[in-house]
C-alpha cells in the first residue's frame, strides 16, 4: 500500500477562478477533496454600517457596489422598497426603463458568467465572444445612466435620467443581434463533448437540499422548481410581459448552465416586450419629497437578480436615514453549499463547482 | 552535402561543422519559437476578435516576442528559499534539453537532416519521454502545492499519452518497414500515410496535443486551477525555459506528424515543382495551425477523464489500428 | 395570495349599485358644467387645486351613501397629485352618467370608465380631450353613442400607444358585453366604480388595470368571454385584477379599517396552527405588515423561537421550507432577529421575529432546522454578537477571527489598540 498524506492547500483569496478575494481551505488527499472551509469577509465594506448614517438616495450608490455585474437590480432593489413602504407611485415611462435595464443587465450578467465559466473550464474564446455583447450592453447602459458598470441611475420614484434619442431603437436591434449571437455559443460549447463531460453530474444536490440551502435564482431552478420572483411575485411591470421560467430537473453544473442560457433568451424577450410597449413620453421621476423619510416601520422586500433572490430589509424610525438596512445577498446564501458539495471531489470540479453557483464577491461579502 | 557528411568517418572537423549546425539550428528553431508564438497569438486574436500583438515592430507585433525574450531575460531571477535549489535549476535544462535534441531525427527534406538514425521514430519517442522527469523535478523542487499537483498530473498525463501515440504509429511503421523516419517518408511517394491510417492519424494528432500538454490537454499548468502548474514558482528566464520547451516541442511535434503521416517533403500530384522545403513547410503549418485551432476552441479535459480517455479509448482504438492497418497492408499494399 | 380574495370587490358594492347609481345621477348632473371646466384644468396642469375644490360636494355625497369608493376617493383628495387625476376621472364618470338616464346612464358609465381606463396609459392631455368628448358624447343619448363614443377614444389611445390599444380593446369588450343584458350594466357600473376607488391610490398604471379588472368581470360571466379569453389578454387581465384587488384593498385600508389584509387568512392559519400545537401565549404579537407587502409577522417569545420555527418547517399545513432571510437587529432597548420564510409547498410567506434581551442576547439556531441559516447566523453573531444556541460552527465571518466588538450594534466603538 501507499501511503498518503493530507495535505492543506489554501485556494484564494488571489485565485485566477475564484472570481474576486474568496478564499476556500481544502483538505486534500492526492487531489481528492476531504474538507473544504470557505473564508469569505475580504471585500466587506460595510454597506449597511455605512447606510445608516446616509439618506436613502445617498445609498443607491453602494448598492452598485455589492452586485457589481449587475447593480441595476441592486438599484432596483432599494428602490423599491423604500417605494413600499411610501406608498410612492413610479411613473409608466420610468417604470418600463427600469425594467429594460434591469433585464439587460440581467443579459450582461449571465453572459459575464458564461464567458468566465467557460474559462474557469479552460475555453478562452467563449468568453471574448460574451464580452463583446456585454460590451454593447455595457455601451447601452453607459448611454442612459452615464456609467459602465456603477450605474447610480435608479432613485426612489423612478429613474434619473430619461433614455437618450434613439436609445430604445438601439436596444431593439440588439435582441435579434444577442439571439444570433446566442445561437453561434450555443454552437460552439452546448454540444461539446468535452464540455458536457465537465459539467453534466457535477455539483448535483436535489430539490430538498436547494431549499434547506436557501439557494436561488438558477441554482434553485436548476432542480426543476420554477421559481422566479419576476412570475410568482410580480413586481415592477413583469406582469405585462409573457416570458417563461426555465427550470431543468438534473440539479447538476449542467442544468445551472442551460437555466442561465434560457434565462438569456427569456430576458431578450422581455426586452422585446418592454421595447414594444414602451410609453412615447411621459415623466421619469415621480413627485417625490426632497427628503425621504419612509413611515415608522419594517419592510422586506426580494426581487429576482440575476443570481437570485435579492432582498433589502429596511428598519425606518421615520428618520431620513435608515434605521437598519440589511441586504438579503443571493450570492451570500447561494454560496453556502458549496463545501457540502465539495467533499470527494477533485480539484477540477471545484472550479466547476464554484464557476456554476455564480457568486459575485462583492456581493458575498457585502 | 549533409549526406556526404553523415557517411564520412568523423573527426575533429566534423564535430566543428555539426556544432556549426546545430547552432544554426537552434537559431531557426529559436526563430521558429518566436515566430510560432507570435503565430499563436495573432490566430487566437483572430479567432477570438482582438487584434493580438500590434505594436510592438509594425502594426503586425512581429517583434513582440523578441521583446518578450528580452524582458524574461532582465527579469529578476528568483528562487524560492525552501525549495531543493539544485534540482530547481536542472529542471528547467533537462526539461528544455531533450526538446532540442529530438529535432537531430527529424528530416526536413531529402537533403536538409543532421541525421539519418535507422531508429529515428524510437528515438524521438524515447528523449522525449526526458521531459516529463524535468517537468515532474520542477514540480517537486518548487516545493509548492501546486507546482507538486501540476508536477503529478504532467507525469500521470505525460505517461498515459505516449502509450497510444507509440502504438498509434505502429501501423506507419509496418507500411514502410522501418523506424528510419527518411524512409518512412520515401514509403509515401505515392500516397500519405494518413489516408492508409486514417485511425492512427486521428490518435496520433490526439495524443501529440496531449504530450504537448496543450489545451484540451493543459491540465499540468491549468492557470484556472492550479495557477500555472509546475513552473509556478519560476521567473525570468527559467521561466522561459519552460515555454522553450513548450514550443519547441510544438516545432518537433508538427514535424514528426508530418513526416509520419502527411507525406514530409513529398508533393501533392501535379504539383511536383514546387520544392520539397516547401511542401514540408507547408503541412509542417498546417499542423501547427490546427494545433492552434484546438486551443482556441476546446475547454480542458478533467484529470480522471484524461486517464480514462487515454486508457479507455485512445489505446483500444489505436490497438485496432494495428489490426486494420495490418489488413490494408495485406489487401491493398501487397 | 391576491387570487383568492379579488372578488370582493364587486359584492361588496354589488348591492348597492343601482340606487348608488340614482343618487349619483342626480347629485352629479349638476356637476357636470362644472366637470368640464376640470377637465380643461387638468389639461392646463392646474390638478391639485382645481380636483381638491371640486370634490368637497362629492364627498358630501360619498359620506352620505357610506360607499367604499367615496371614501377612497376622499382619502385620495388628501394626497394631492397623483390623486387628482383620478378623482376627476371618477366624477368625470358620474358625470356622464348623468347625462342620461336609467340603465343606459349605467352603460354609458362603465363604458366611459372602459374608455378612461384605456386612456390612463396615454399622456394626460390625450386622456383630458378624450373623456371631454366621452363625456359630451354621452350626454347625447343611446346606446350606439356611447359604445362608438368608446370605440372612438379606444381607437385615440391606440393612436398612442400599442400596449394602451389592447388594453382599450378589452376594456371594450368589457363595455359591449354590459350593454347585452340588462343587470350586468348596474353590475358593470358598480365594479368600475370600485375599480375606480383603487384607482384613487393605485398608479397610474394599476388604475388602469383596476379598471379593466373590473369591467372584465362582467365580460366573463357573458358568452363572450371566449373571445376575450381568446384574445390572449384574459390572462394578463386576470394577473392585473389580482393586483388590482389587492392594491385596492391596501389603498383603502387606510380610509377603512374593517377591511381586512388579503393575507389575513394566512396569518390567522398561522396563528390558529401555532397557538393549538404550543398553547395560546406562544406567540408575544402577530400582525400584518402593511408596510412590506403585508406580510404575516409572526413575534416569538425567545424561549418558543425554536419551537415555532420547528413548527413553522415541519407543520403539515405550513411547511416553510425556505428560509428567505435571516438578519438581526440592534433597536437599542433589544436586539432582534428577523427571519423570512417561504413555503414552496403552500406557497405563502411569513416573517418570523423574536426579541432579545440585549444583556444577555442568546438563542437557539435554525441551522439544525434549514442550513441555509448557518451564515446568516454567523453574520449576525459577528456584526450584531448575538450568540445562537445549537449553531455548528459559530465563528466570525466578516470580520477577522480577532476583531473586538460588533460592528453594527448601535454603541460600537471601534477599537484601536493604538489609541
Not at chain 1, 273 to 294: D, N, R, T, W
Not at chain 3, 38 to 51: D, Y
Not at chain 3, 217 to 236: G, L, Q, R, V
Amino acid at each position: 500500500m501507499i501511503r498518503t498524506e493530507e495535505m492543506l492547500l489554501n485556494v484564494g483569496p488571489q485565485h485566477p477562478s475564484t472570481h474576486g478575494v474568496f478564499r476556500i481551505v481544502l483538505k486534500i488527499d492526492g487531489e481528492t477533496i476531504i474538507e473544504a472551509n470557505p473564508v469569505i469577509g475580504y471585500l466587506h465594506r460595510g454597506t449597511e454600517k455605512l447606510a445608516e448614517n446616509l439618506q436613502y438616495t445617498q445609498i443607491i450608490p453602494y448598492t452598485d457596489r455589492m452586485d457589481y455585474l449587475a447593480a441595476m437590480t441592486n438599484n432596483y432593489v432599494i428602490c423599491h422598497a423604500v417605494e413600499t413602504m411610501m406608498n410612492i407611485e413610479i411613473p409608466e415611462r420610468a417604470d418600463y426603463l427600469r425594467v429594460l435595464v434591469m433585464e439587460l443587465g440581467r443579459v450582461a450578467s449571465h453572459l459575464v458568467w458564461f464567458g468566465t465559466y467557460l474559462l474557469d473550464i479552460g475555453a478562452m474564446s467563449p468568453f471574448l465572444y460574451a464580452f463583446r455583447e456585454r460590451e454593447a450592453i455595457i455601451g447601452f447602459l453607459n448611454e442612459i445612466s452615464g456609467a459602465r458598470l456603477t450605474f447610480n441611475y435608479m432613485r426612489i420614484g423612478g429613474v434619473k435620467w430619461d433614455a437618450p434619442e434613439g436609445w430604445i431603437e438601439k436596444v431593439r436591434d440588439f435582441v435579434p443581434y444577442m439571439r444570433e449571437q446566442l445561437a453561434g455559443y450555443h454552437d460552439l460549447v452546448t454540444g461539446n463533448e468535452i464540455f458536457l463531460n465537465r459539467v453534466k453530474g457535477v455539483g448535483y444536490y436535489s430539490k430538498e437540499e436547494a431549499l434547506d440551502y436557501s439557494l436561488s435564482g438558477a441554482n434553485l431552478r436548476c432542480t426543476g422548481i420554477a421559481w422566479d420572483l419576476r412570475k410568482d411575485e410580480p413586481y415592477s411591470l413583469y406582469d405585462r410581459f409573457t416570458f417563461n421560467v426555465p427550470a431543468f430537473d438534473s440539479g447538476d453544473a449542467w442544468a445551472r448552465y442551460q437555466c442561465r442560457m434560457a434565462e438569456i433568451e427569456e430576458s431578450l424577450k422581455i426586452i422585446e416586450q418592454a421595447v414594444e410597449q414602451f410609453p412615447e413620453s411621459g415623466e421619469v421621476l415621480a413627485k417625490v419629497p426632497k427628503i425621504i423619510k419612509p413611515p415608522k416601520g419594517e419592510a422586506f422586500v426580494r426581487i429576482e437578480s440575476p443570481r437570485g433572490e435579492i432582498g433589502c430589509y429596511i428598519a425606518s424610525e421615520g428618520k431620513k436615514e435608515p434605521y437598519r438596512l440589511k441586504f438579503r445577498r443571493p450570492s451570500f446564501y447561494n454560496l453556502q453549499i458549496l463545501p457540502k458539495l465539495l467533499v470527494g471531489e477533485n480539484i477540477s470540479n471545484l472550479i466547476t463547482i464554484l464557476g456554476g453557483i455564480d457568486i459575485v464577491l462583492g456581493e458575498v461579502d457585502g | 552535402m549533409v549526406n556526404d557528411l553523415l557517411t564520412s568517418p568523423p573527426g575533429w572537423m566534423h564535430a566543428a561543422i555539426f556544432f556549426g549546425l546545430g547552432a544554426c539550428l537552434l537559431m531557426i528553431v529559436l526563430g521558429f519559437v518566436t515566430y510560432a508564438i507570435l503565430a499563436e497569438r495573432k490566430v487566437l486574436g483572430f479567432m477570438q476578435l482582438r487584434p493580438g500583438p500590434n505594436r510592438v515592430g509594425g502594426r503586425f507585433g512581429l517583434l513582440q516576442t523578441v521583446a518578450d525574450v528580452l524582458k524574461l531575460l532582465i527579469k529578476e531571477d528568483t528562487i524560492p528559499k525552501a525549495a531543493d535549489k539544485p534540482l530547481f535549476i536542472l529542471a528547467p535544462v533537462l526539461a528544455f534539453a531533450p526538446a532540442f535534441m529530438v529535432l537531430a531525427a527529424i528530416p526536413f527534406s531529402d537533403h536538409l537532416k543532421f541525421s539519418d538514425l535507422s531508429i529515428g521514430l524510437l528515438y524521438y519517442i524515447a528523449i522525449s519521454g526526458i521531459t516529463t522527469v524535468g517537468i515532474l523535478m520542477a514540480g517537486w523542487a518548487s516545493n509548492n502545492k501546486y507546482s507538486l499537483l501540476g508536477g503529478m498530473r504532467s507525469a500521470a498525463q505525460m505517461i498515459s499519452y505516449e502509450i497510444p501515440l507509440v502504438i498509434s504509429v505502429v501501423g506507419v511503421i509496418m507500411f514502410s518497414g522501418s523506424l528510419n523516419l527518411t524512409e518512412i517518408v520515401e514509403g509515401q511517394k505515392t500516397v500519405a500515410y494518413m489516408f492508409l491510417s486514417p485511425l492512427g492519424f486521428i490518435v496520433f494528432l490526439i495524443s501529440s496535443i496531449a504530450e504537448l500538454n496543450r489545451t484540451p490537454f493543459d491540465l499540468p499548468e491549468a492557470e484556472s486551477e492550479l495557477v500555472a502548474g509546475y513552473h509556478v514558482e519560476y521567473s525570468g528566464f527559467r521561466w522561459a525555459f519552460f515555454m522553450l520547451t513548450e514550443y519547441v516541442y510544438l516545432f518537433a511535434m508538427a514535424a514528426l506528424t508530418t513526416v509520419l503521416f502527411l507525406g514530409g517533403w513529398n508533393p501533392v500530384p501535379f504539383l511536383g515543382f514546387i520544392p520539397g522545403i516547401i511542401w514540408f513547410a507547408l503541412k509542417f503549418s498546417l499542423i501547427v495551425f490546427f494545433m492552434i485551432w484546438v486551443r482556441g476552441t476546446m475547454p480542458r479535459l478533467r484529470a480522471d477523464q484524461l486517464m480514462e480517455f487515454a486508457w479507455k479509448v485512445l489505446l483500444p482504438v489505436a490497438l485496432l489500428n494495428i489490426f486494420v492497418s495490418a489488413v490494408v497492408k495485406e489487401l491493398f499494399l501487397r | 395570495m391576491p387570487n383568492e380574495h379579488d372578488g370582493t370587490p364587486p359584492e361588496s358594492n354589488e348591492p348597492l349599485s343601482k340606487e348608488e347609481l340614482k343618487k349619483r345621477a342626480a347629485a352629479e348632473a349638476k356637476a357636470k358644467a362644472l366637470e368640464l371646466a376640470r377637465q380643461r384644468a387638468l389639461e392646463k396642469k392646474e390638478e391639485s387645486e382645481a380636483a381638491a375644490g371640486s370634490s368637497e360636494p362629492e364627498d358630501a355625497l360619498a359620506k352620505e351613501k357610506a360607499l367604499a369608493a367615496a371614501k377612497a376617493k376622499a382619502v385620495a383628495a388628501a394626497k394631492a397629485k397623483a390623486a387628482a387625476a383620478a378623482k376627476a376621472k371618477a366624477a368625470r364618470e358620474g358625470a356622464t352618467a348623468a347625462a342620461g338616464s336609467g340603465d343606459e346612464k349605467a352603460l354609458a358609465a362603465a363604458k366611459a370608465k372602459a374608455a378612461a381606463a384605456a386612456k390612463a396609459k396615454a399622456a394626460a392631455a390625450a386622456k383630458a380631450k378624450a373623456a371631454r368628448e366621452g363625456a359630451t358624447e354621452a350626454a347625447g343619448s343611446g346606446d350606439e353613442k356611447a359604445l362608438a363614443a368608446a370605440k372612438a377614444k379606444a381607437a385615440a389611445a391606440a393612436k398612442a400607444k400599442a400596449a394602451a390599444a389592447a388594453k382599450a380593446k378589452a376594456a371594450r369588450e368589457g363595455a359591449t358585453d354590459a350593454a347585452g343584458s340588462g343587470d350586468e350594466k348596474a353590475l358593470a357600473a358598480a365594479e368600475a366604480k370600485a375599480a375606480a376607488a383603487a384607482k384613487a391610490k393605485a398608479a397610474a398604471a394599476a388604475k388602469a388595470k383596476a379598471a379593466r379588472a373590473g369591467e372584465s368581470d362582467p365580460s366573463d360571466a357573458s358568452d363572450e368571454k371566449a373571445k376575450a379569453i381568446a384574445a390572449a389578454k384574459a390572462k394578463a387581465a386576470a394577473a392585473a385584477r389580482a393586483k388590482a384587488a389587492a392594491s385596492a384593498k391596501i389603498a383603502e385600508k387606510p380610509a377603512e379599517e374593517q377591511k381586512p389584509s388579503p393575507l389575513q387568512p394566512l396569518l390567522d392559519k398561522y396563528k390558529a396552527i401555532i397557538q393549538k400545537e404550543l398553547g395560546e401565549d406562544a406567540l408575544e404579537d402577530s400582525y400584518i405588515n402593511l408596510l412590506s407587502k403585508d406580510v404575516p409577522t409572526l413575534v416569538a417569545k425567545p424561549d418558543t423561537y425554536y419551537q415555532i420555527a420547528q413548527l413553522l418547517k415541519h407543520h403539515e399545513e405550513l411547511r416553510f421550507d425556505y428560509l428567505s432571510e435571516l438578519h438581526a437587529t440592534d433597536f437599542e432597548t433589544h436586539l432582534e432577529v428577523y427571519t423570512h420564510f417561504y413555503s414552496y409547498s403552500h406557497r405563502c410567506p411569513a416573517a418570523l421575529k423574536v426579541k432579545i434581551n440585549r444583556e444577555d442576547p442568546v438563542i437557539d439556531s435554525l441551522a439544525p432546522l434549514w442550513s441555509g441559516a448557518d451564515w446568516p447566523e454567523r453574520e449576525a453573531y459577528d456584526l450584531i454578537g448575538i450568540t445562537f444556541k445549537g449553531h455548528p460552527n459559530l465563528t466570525r465571518i466578516m470580520m477577522p477571527d480577532d476583531w473586538v466588538g460588533h460592528p453594527l450594534r448601535k454603541d460600537y466603538e471601534p477599537y484601536d489598540v493604538e489609541v
